[in-house]
């Protein structure tokens, strides 16, 4: 593991780098790269790749790197190979968001094995679910799907608090909508399939109806399209953590992929509702609505529905670099 030539590394590590590539971010960005040396995995933010509307800040970003983390502890745990994680191991690099030591650590447990096998499948569904309850045996798994990564996973089932979030929702869209900066960079990143990031037309969904409960991203020219129906009452989710700080975002974006995967193990979807957390006073609204204590970090949708299209990833090739961060 000396080499970071593609061909060069161990079948198994490139296979957990490229279940790495499968982990979620915000417009399909994929703001990661790997370098790979004796032993170790270092997971590096792009800082390249980071949406400087939507996302100034890079906290979408570092969520993504963290969901990346996740989805390579799990593949190697499926090859019954440990490994331990050091977040922002270097103070003097600011870009390595972690380091995963290989083999060293607890045997992982079966379930992470089990979960691992949801890492292909998973995928954020834009298109409309079913109105059918996500059933209780399910939700508390999800809910510590979260706690297992440090997180707290606030599920939306009272009808007060979801026409509140719904509202912050609508009010955060409405804002995006009206910036011309924002719709320029969306645009940015839609296209019709030429490319192996961002999100192509067959990935972006139909329109939702302005009456709909849940106001939802339209990427790939949604807006020209017909509108579609939409799910009444989706389980609404909002991942938070104690903290506010780099390192709780990698730890939130660890968390939020564990409990994607769980959805996806539990034959659910799921898509995100990003606008609320883009928009820092309406952010700072919500964390408010919650309680006023946790960081909301991401907020979900999550149902019963049709599967997807999976938007494309890039090569590994793409995404390795040397140990210096240099291509």
Do not use: K
């Amino acid at each position: 593991m000396t080499d970071t030539a593609p061909g060069a590394l161990d079948t198994v590590v490139a296979e957990a780098l490229r279940a790495g590539t499968r982990a979620p971010s915000p417009h399909n960005t994929q703001p990661w790269l790997f370098a790979v040396r004796d032993g170790e995995i270092d997971v590096l933010l792009d800082e390249s790749r980071v949406l400087t509307v939507s996302d100034p800040d890079g906290r979408e970003a570092i969520l993504a790197c963290g969901a990346a983390v996740l989805n390579i502890r799990l593949a190697l745990a499926r090859r019954g190979i440990a490994c331990a994680v050091s977040i922002l191991p270097d103070r003097t690099r600011p870009d390595l968001v972690a380091t995963l030591r290989v083999g060293v650590g607890r045997r992982p447990p079966a379930d992470d094995v089990r979960l691992a096998a949801a890492i292909a499948e998973r995928h954020t569904n834009r298109r409309p679910f079913v109105d059918s309850p996500v059933p209780s045996v399910v939700r508390h798994a999800l809910i510590r799907a979260a706690r297992e990564e440090g997180a707290r996973l606030m599920l939306l089932t009272e009808p007060a608090a979801f026409d509140a979030f719904a509202a912050l929702l609508r009010r955060a869209e409405h804002l995006q909508r009206q910036d011309e900066a924002f719709l320029a960079e969306l645009e940015a990143w839609s296209h019709h399939g030429e490319r192996r990031d961002g999100v192509p037309l067959s990935a972006g969904g139909p329109r939702v109806p302005d009456e709909a409960a849940l106001a939802l991203r339209e990427f790939g020219g949604a807006a020209r399209r017909a509108a579609r129906e939409f799910e009444r009452q989706p389980l609404v989710a909002v991942l938070t953590t104690p903290g506010d700080t780099r390192r709780d975002a990698v730890r939130a974006g660890q968390a939020l992929q564990r409990v994607l995967l769980t959805v996806t193990a539990h034959g659910l979807q799921a898509s995100f509702l990003a606008q609320p957390l883009e928009i820092p006073a309406i952010r700072a609204e919500l964390r408010t609505m919650l309680g006023g204590t946790d960081h909301p970090q991401a907020a979900l949708r999550i149902g019963y529905g049709h599967p997807g299209t999976p938007t494309p990833r890039r090569a590994l090739d793409d995404v390795l670099v040397g140990h210096s961060g240099e291509r």
